[in-house]
């Protein structure tokens, strides 16, 4: 499909988005499900308009996907203003760790015992489909910066804090498939650098620079009463980047960095708040209602000099429109994804999926919350609700580029086609099934806990 084709597409399908939002947002189903059909429809399934194979795009696709992950982690990070000590917190760590690390054993000994794929193979595969992604479970992360409710917190944090779980064992199956054997060398090299290192610098590299670098802006924009025409959009590309590339020169993972960058980027608001309940960006809001959901240049222009010379109001203003900027941006590459998602099926589409896909929707993560979350943080009902949901994203971009990051990095032709069609496959799968579940799952739990329904869309 050439260029002129591929817009028409898009443009055709983001029309149809436009005109009928109203109503898709009381559908029982998400609108990853329909991007997700519209690719089936165009694709070698449908009518054929678009054909391609995930081998030729692994190039590109791996970069693609990367940055979608990265402006969704950041995002993710900017929404949990909970202090890092609040029990909210303490799930998102059983998740993002022991869990994480049973549903990769699980997926692992699926693969290698039931469909014969060899350990580095089958540790792979369990390592690229089992974190919950941050980019296609953001129907129940948290709604906003007050939202404290544990469930969603938990699934926020650890869709912010699984690459520090999942992506070393990406690694790990690259070089057990290279090396063919365990050795205390390799192993012990992985462990130090993968894991021992990288894991927590990432973290510091992070949170240090998104703290540092927000409370200079702040302090600038305050002093200078200059937020109507501070470009913080800019400031949160650049924060994504210097984030991401300080960690990597450090050998650390720039996820997790990106991730902490914006956990740290919103500690700065708390300090400029005088670490007040309130997120600053609600004070903006209540302040101008009638251009709450303006953009920036409105509402900053409506407050005069001395309200703009407040350090509070100067995180107010910065921190809405980072968050309607990365938001609009994550949006409008999940819908490019999950279409060629879509057309990628029509292509990769494996049997072998179903079982696999089913086990772990339906045994290896709900068994592995219900055991290994202690009740004091989620309760019963938290739980088997935790155990489906945190599966809704993981067939997502997350598991996409972990799949062009391994194809791009020694893996072999026999192992790579393996590979291709399970992943692909599985995500498409879990993007019907929990496409079709979530909405109603997602309004019975906000019953059940006293919540008002929540549109989603």
């Given at each position: 499909m050439?260029?002129?084709?591929?817009?028409?597409?898009?443009?055709?399908?983001?029309?149809?988005?436009?005109?009928?939002?109203?109503?898709?947002?009381?559908?029982?189903?998400t609108?990853?499900?329909?991007?997700?059909?519209?690719g089936?429809?165009?694709?070698?399934?449908?009518?054929?308009l678009?054909e391609?194979?995930?081998?030729?795009i692994?190039?590109?696709?791996?970069?693609?996907?990367?940055?979608?992950?990265l402006?969704?982690?950041?995002?993710?990070?900017?929404?949990?203003?909970?202090?890092?000590?609040?029990?909210?917190?303490?799930?998102?760590?059983?998740?993002?760790?022991p869990v994480?690390?049973?549903?990769?054993?699980?997926?692992?000994?699926?693969?290698?015992?039931?469909?014969?794929?060899?350990?580095g193979?089958?540790?792979?595969?369990g390592?690229?489909?089992?974190?919950?992604?941050?980019?296609?479970?953001?129907?129940?992360?948290?709604?906003d910066?007050?939202?404290?409710?544990?469930?969603?917190?938990?699934?926020s944090?650890?869709?912010?804090?699984?690459?520090?779980?999942?992506?070393?064992?990406?690694?790990?199956?690259?070089?057990?498939?290279?090396?063919?054997?365990?050795?205390?060398?390799?192993v012990?090299?992985?462990?130090?650098?993968?894991?021992?290192?990288?894991?927590?610098?990432?973290?510091?590299?992070?949170?240090?620079l998104?703290?540092?670098?927000?409370?200079v802006?702040i302090?600038?924009?305050?002093?200078?009463?200059?937020?109507?025409?501070?470009?913080?959009d800019?400031l949160?590309?650049?924060?994504?980047?210097?984030?991401?590339?300080?960690?990597?020169?450090?050998g650390?993972?720039?996820?997790?960095?990106?991730?902490?960058?914006?956990?740290?980027?919103?500690?700065?608001?708390?300090?400029a708040a005088?670490?007040?309940?309130?997120?600053?960006?609600?004070?903006i809001?209540?302040?101008?209602?009638?251009?709450?959901?303006?953009?920036?240049?409105?509402?900053?222009?409506?407050?005069?000099?001395?309200?703009l010379?407040?350090?509070?109001?100067a995180?107010?203003?910065?921190?809405?429109?980072?968050?309607?900027?990365?938001?609009?941006?994550?949006?409008?590459?999940?819908?490019?994804?999950?279409?060629?998602?879509?057309?990628?099926?029509?292509?990769h589409?494996?049997?072998r999926?179903?079982?696999?896909?089913?086990?772990?929707?339906?045994?290896?993560?709900?068994?592995?919350?219900?055991?290994?979350?202690?009740?004091?943080?989620?309760?019963?009902?938290?739980?088997l609700?935790?155990?489906?949901?945190?599966?809704?994203?993981?067939?997502?971009?997350?598991?996409?580029?972990?799949?062009?990051?391994?194809?791009?990095?020694?893996?072999?032709?026999?192992?790579?086609e393996v590979?291709?069609?399970?992943?692909?496959?599985?995500?498409?799968?879990?993007?019907?099934?929990h496409?079709?579940?979530t909405?109603?799952?997602?309004?019975?739990?906000?019953?059940?806990?006293?919540?008002?329904?929540?549109?989603?869309?």
């Amino acid at each position: 499909m050439n260029f002129l084709e591929w817009m028409a597409v898009l443009g055709v399908l983001l029309l149809i988005l436009a005109l009928a939002s109203a109503f898709l947002r009381w559908l029982p189903i998400t609108t990853s499900l329909i991007y997700l059909g519209f690719g089936v429809l165009i694709g070698q399934l449908g009518i054929g308009l678009w054909e391609m194979e995930f081998l030729h795009i692994a190039g590109w696709m791996e970069h693609l996907t990367e940055v979608a992950v990265l402006v969704s982690l950041f995002v993710s990070g900017l929404k949990l203003r909970m202090p890092l000590r609040h029990p909210a917190w303490k799930s998102a760590y059983v998740l993002a760790g022991p869990v994480m690390l049973a549903c990769i054993g699980g997926v692992t000994l699926l693969c290698h015992y039931l469909f014969g794929q060899s350990w580095g193979v089958a540790v792979l595969i369990g390592a690229i489909l089992a974190p919950t992604d941050p980019v296609l479970a953001s129907l129940v992360q948290v709604n906003d910066a007050r939202d404290s409710d544990r469930l969603r917190y938990g699934l926020s944090g650890e869709a912010g804090f699984n690459d520090g779980t999942a992506f070393p064992f990406v690694v790990f199956g690259l070089m057990l498939i290279a090396q063919g054997q365990l050795e205390a060398d390799w192993v012990g090299e992985w462990a130090l650098h993968r894991l021992l290192w990288a894991v927590p610098a990432g973290l510091l590299i992070g949170f240090l620079l998104g703290k540092l670098v927000g409370r200079v802006a702040i302090y600038l924009r305050a002093r200078h009463t200059d937020t109507a025409m501070s470009p913080n959009d800019s400031l949160a590309l650049a924060l994504i980047a210097l984030a991401y590339v300080g960690a990597e020169l450090a050998g650390a993972w720039g996820f997790l960095a990106v991730f902490a960058a914006g956990l740290g980027l919103r500690h700065a608001e708390i300090a400029a708040a005088g670490r007040s309940e309130t997120p600053s960006e609600e004070l903006i809001n209540d302040a101008v209602p009638h251009l709450a959901e303006g953009g920036l240049a409105p509402r900053a222009l409506s407050l005069d000099d001395r309200q703009l010379g407040q350090p509070r109001v100067a995180a107010g203003v910065l921190m809405g429109d980072v968050l309607a900027f990365g938001g609009q941006l994550e949006r409008s590459l999940e819908v490019l994804l999950v279409t060629m998602l879509g057309v990628l099926v029509s292509v990769h589409w494996d049997w072998r999926a179903v079982p696999l896909g089913l086990a772990l929707f339906l045994l290896i993560r709900p068994l592995a919350v219900w055991l290994l979350m202690p009740r004091r943080y989620l309760d019963r009902g938290q739980c088997l609700t935790v155990g489906w949901f945190g599966i809704r994203g993981i067939r997502g971009i997350g598991s996409l580029y972990y799949l062009s990051y391994a194809v791009t990095h020694g893996l072999l032709p026999d192992e790579t086609e393996v590979i291709i069609s399970l992943v692909i496959s599985v995500v498409a799968l879990s993007i019907l099934i929990h496409g079709l579940s979530t909405q109603p799952l997602l309004r019975r739990y906000e019953r059940s806990r006293g919540q008002a329904p929540t549109r989603h869309g």
